[in-house]
T-cell receptor, first 112, second 114 residues
Framework: GNSVTQMEGPVTLSEEAFLTINCTYTATGYPSLFWYVQYPGEGLQLLLKATKADDKGSNKGFEATYRKETTSFHLEKGSVQVSDSAVYFC???????????FGQGTTLQVKP | EPEVTQTPSHQVTQMGQEVILRCVPI?????FYWYRQILGQKVEFLVSFYNNEISEKSEIFDDQFSVERPDGSNFTLKIRSTKLEDSAMYFC????????????FGSGTQLSVL
């Protein structure tokens, strides 16, 4: 079945450091790919998405490119801020009903 | 931005008791979901609900689980006889239409079964 694998956390960075959170997937067909973010005490929020190969999703300085050849959707940001501290979830759509399959989440902590 | 609201934020119950987790999806949304996350594990799909019926459910969603949309605004998840392994964070989500893949999530209910 379809699945998503994320790099283990937690990831601890200093402010203004470069961020990469790896995400790879296994899927039949061509799912859409997503990054969701969960700030402390809040629900999961859509950060960005890509719907087909080579698409780049971007939002708030974060980017991820849908790479079909490597089945990856790595999240990157050039310069993180303390306010980016959160849990980041990679996910793919599974079927037409809106069901998402998530990775296990990666905790990011950014220190001043 | 509109929000999905979940109550309570924390629920503690004894093993074997029934619990009802409540969600108020965004008002004009048509598709509703429950997910859960056991501590340290992945967020797992439980069930999707559309047009007043279950459209898909996972293996986790056995006979002990049920969902209901009793009054057009609330969307509830009932666990009939809780087990220790039901302890998890439960997330409700909704979306507006079949063409839009964006799900809106609530902040979750942390269920602890003792």
């Amino acid at each position: 079945g379809n699945s998503v694998t994320q790099m283990e956390g937690p990831v601890t960075l200093s402010e203004e450091a470069f961020l990469t959170i790896n995400c790879t997937y296994t899927a039949t067909g061509y799912p859409s790919l997503f990054w969701y973010v969960q700030y402390p005490g809040e629900g999961l929020q859509l950060l960005l998405k890509a719907t087909k190969a080579d698409d780049k999703g971007s939002n708030k300085g974060f980017e991820a490119t849908y790479r079909k050849e490597t089945t990856s959707f790595h999240l990157e940001k050039g310069s993180v801020q303390v306010s980016d501290s959160a849990v980041y979830f990679c996910a793919l759509s599974d079927g037409e009903g809106g069901k998402l399959i998530f990775g296990q989440g990666t905790t990011l902590q950014v220190k001043p | 931005e509109p929000e999905v609201t979940q109550t309570p934020s924390h629920q503690v119950t004894q093993m074997g008791q029934e619990v009802i987790l409540r969600c108020v999806p965004i008002s004009n949304h048509l598709y509703f979901y429950w997910y859960r996350q056991i501590l340290g594990q992945k967020v797992e799909f439980l069930v999707s609900f559309y047009n007043n019926e279950i459209s898909e459910k996972s293996e986790i969603f056995d006979d002990q689980f049920s969902v209901e949309r009793p009054d057009g605004s609330n969307f509830t998840l009932k666990i009939r006889s809780t087990k220790l392994e039901d302890s998890a964070m439960y997330f409700c989500a909704s979306k507006g239409d079949s063409g839009n893949e964006k799900l809106f999530f609530g902040s979750g209910t942390q269920l602890s079964v003792l």
